[in-house]
């Protein structure tokens, strides 16, 4: 009997093992081991409404003093949330998988490429060629063919921040600069986003010579079949029917009432950059996708989109200090990304995820 007893013992032992080995949490916390010796990476989030979005009436000299303030925490990279020319390049080769990914994110530079006579890989090499031996006061004429090679590179903030650097009497064409690409530079100056109306003008002001695409979108993918697209929306917008995006889409209204000044933008970007508000984003969004009942857990879909995404954003941020350790990062970003960013690059050995709060001050 005591042997029955022992083995039942030992049976209900093992399988309550089995059981806690399949649920445990990892002992190891990557974020729990940080650089101890040096200067650590910082990195500050900015979470950004997509000022396309914006009323037609908003006037993007109200963003000012939000980028003054970020001037003074002085960056020494900005990363942005734009598809890079290389990414744009690899799209294009999968058209099949990608071709709606490409109208929206990817900007052609076909234009660049036949002034310069450079394909995108091309540009991307020579203008990195230039950045290695950048002199301290560079001339007019290197600027411009800078701006050139960044259009050929499909890397056209960066060519606009070159631009911007640019004295008034001096953004004319040259030096690989054609007429339309000039016109490309004088239009994006005034394109109504966060690229050219915030990074842009934080860069040059910054005495940067460019900014970094970091958004990444190779885990898109078309839906196989129509109906199954107009499921998959319906289902994850009724998830979003719910008292957490009640309260987010008030905030949002409340932040947009004063965008006509200066301190009114400022008092948005408070909000969105806010403690608990990327609680209340997940709640709102990705909490509620992911516990959905459809059949084809259409929600579930979604949020591993968002992690994988998110997750690459994260790579492509961090490969930015890679060169020079010790640097200061500022990602501008939209801010239902925010939460994710820092969660994840908290996780780095040698990153520190500084808050906006002193900034938004």
């Not at 997509?50 to 001037?71: E, T, V």
Request: proline share 5%.
């Amino acid at each position: 009997m005591s042997r029955l007893v022992a083995s039942i013992i030992f049976a209900a032992l093992s399988a309550s093992q089995a059981v806690a080995a399949t649920t445990t949490v990892p002992d190891f916390h990557p974020g729990a081991y940080k650089l101890q010796n040096g200067q650590i990476n910082e990195v500050m989030v900015l979470g950004t409404a997509h000022l396309s979005q914006l009323p037609k009436s908003f006037d993007g000299a109200n963003l000012n003093g939000l980028i003054d303030r970020l001037a003074e925490w002085k960056p020494q990279a900005i990363a942005i949330e734009a598809v890079s020319g290389l990414q744009c390049a690899y799209l294009r080769s999968y058209p099949q998988r990608y071709s709606d990914t490409i109208k929206s994110y990817c900007w052609d530079p076909a234009p660049a490429n036949t002034a310069t006579g450079l394909d995108v890989i091309a540009a991307n090499v020579e203008a990195e060629r230039m950045l290695a031996s950048w002199p301290a006061s560079p001339s007019p004429a290197q600027r411009r063919k800078l701006a050139a090679l960044f259009l050929a590179a499909g890397e056209r903030t960066s060519a606009l921040v070159q631009w911007l650097r640019l004295p008034a009497g001096e953004q004319h064409a040259g030096d690989g600069l054609n007429d339309d690409l000039a016109s490309i530079l004088n239009k994006l100056r005034e394109r109504r986003n966060e690229d050219s109306l915030i990074s842009a003008i934080l860069a040059a002001k910054s005495g940067h010579e460019r900014v970094y695409a970091m958004d990444d979108h190779t885990a898109d993918m078309p839906d196989a079949d129509p109906s199954d697209q107009k499921a998959s929306s319906e289902a994850v917008m009724k998830a979003w029917n719910n008292p957490a995006s009640a309260e987010r889409k008030r905030l949002g209204m409340e932040a947009n009432k004063e965008l006509t000044s200066p301190s009114g933008v400022l008092s948005m970007y408070r909000v969105l950059n806010q403690h608990g508000m990327a609680d209340l984003t997940f709640r709102s969004d990705f909490g509620a996708a992911l516990e959905e009942s459809s059949p084809r857990h259409y929600g579930r879909q979604y949020v591993a989109y968002w992690e994988v995404r998110n997750l690459r954003m994260a790579a492509n941020i961090r490969e930015v200090m890679t060169p020079r350790p010790g640097i200061r990062t500022l990602v501008i970003v939209g801010a239902s990304h925010k939460g994710y960013l820092e969660a994840y690059l908290n996780q780095m050995h040698d990153v520190r995820v500084v808050p906006t709060d002193n900034t938004l001050r």
